[in-house]
């Protein structure tokens, strides 16, 4: 990593190898935050400096995680990771490890559905966790697909059909709202009444509400031509009820535990230390419990 003028950002790496990286993002964790606040932004992955070989295992490396479109861009325009640096950072807030719960089987509470990496919140997320869950759960998900004699017809499940029948009522309706005012919309109440900057009672119940009329004017007056703006309208349909549960999550919290600061709660309760917070579905509610952080996740 190096700044705006090519200087080496971390004191831990003088020249990048595939053994060694440049660890600075990983331990150093608000290194992004720092260079913003002091001036010394952006910041930029170099390469210039990596051998042939290194290069091509890193891209190896990023076309197994999925950056097949990126990679392809930057061949198609021609732009050489040893020729030119790229800006990069990482989003806010970190959400890696924060998700649903598994057990040692790497099954969720949905019976049939298994999680494993980024998505998962009561086990090391990164790749140690990541890898060895993947592979855990994936046996686990072959051996419950063995034992089930049959399967429901999906086109008949109550709930498939109320999903279709919504989705085609996007696609028939005369309204003109589209879902990019709908996903601009939900981004302004989140970081207005939810961001990180201030958090209170009284703005999280403001959040609430307007989430609420959001989602019923979306509900009405929401149309999509196609089914690209169909998937984009369902992803914010998904992310407004992500929203209303971290709303709520945080109202659970009443102490300030940074990032998360309640600026109605300014001091940490130690009764909450070693503790997370949990949220399942009953029926139509979330319910929210507390379980140890050290808990045996079996």
């Not at 109605?264 to 929210?288: A, E, H, I, M, Q």
Request: proline share 4%; aromatic share 10%.
């Amino acid at each position: 990593m190096t700044d705006f003028f090519g200087n080496r950002i971390s004191p831990w790496v003088v020249k990048p190898s595939r053994e060694l990286g440049d660890i600075a993002a990983d331990i150093w964790r608000d290194v992004f935050d720092y260079m913003m606040q002091s001036g010394k932004s952006p910041v930029y992955m170099d390469c210039s400096e990596a051998s042939d070989e290194d290069l091509e295992y890193m891209i190896w490396g990023l076309r197994n995680e999925g950056n097949t479109a990126l990679l392809d861009h930057l061949r198609e325009e021609g732009l050489d990771f040893k020729r030119y640096r790229y800006e990069f950072t990482r989003y806010e807030p970190m959400l890696c490890g924060r998700g649903v719960e598994i057990n040692v089987k790497g099954e969720t509470s949905v019976e049939g559905l298994y999680a494993a990496g980024d998505v998962v919140g009561n086990l090391i997320a990164y790749t140690p966790g990541a890898a060895v869950f993947g592979w855990i759960a994936g046996g686990s998900a072959a051996e419950y697909a063995e034992k089930v004699s049959s399967f429901e017809r999906v086109e008949e499940s109550p709930l498939i059909k109320e999903r279709v029948e919504f989705c085609s009522s996007l696609m028939s309706r005369d309204r003109e709202a589209s879902w990019k005012e709908f996903n601009l919309a939900l981004q302004q109440i989140m970081n207005d009444y939810v961001g990180l900057r201030a958090r209170s009672a009284t703005l999280l119940s403001a959040a609430l509400t307007y989430l609420g009329n959001l989602r019923r004017a979306a509900c009405k007056n929401l149309r999509v031509e196609n089914s690209h703006e169909l998937m984009r309208a369902l992803e914010v349909f998904d992310l407004l009820e992500v929203g209303e549960v971290v709303a709520l999550a945080i109202l659970q919290r009443d102490e300030t535990r940074p990032p998360h600061i309640r600026l109605d709660c300014p001091w940490t309760n130690p009764l909450y230390n070693n503790l997370l917070l949990t949220v399942r579905k009953v029926g139509d509610r979330p319910v929210f419990e507390w379980r140890r952080r050290r808990e045996d996740i079996s």
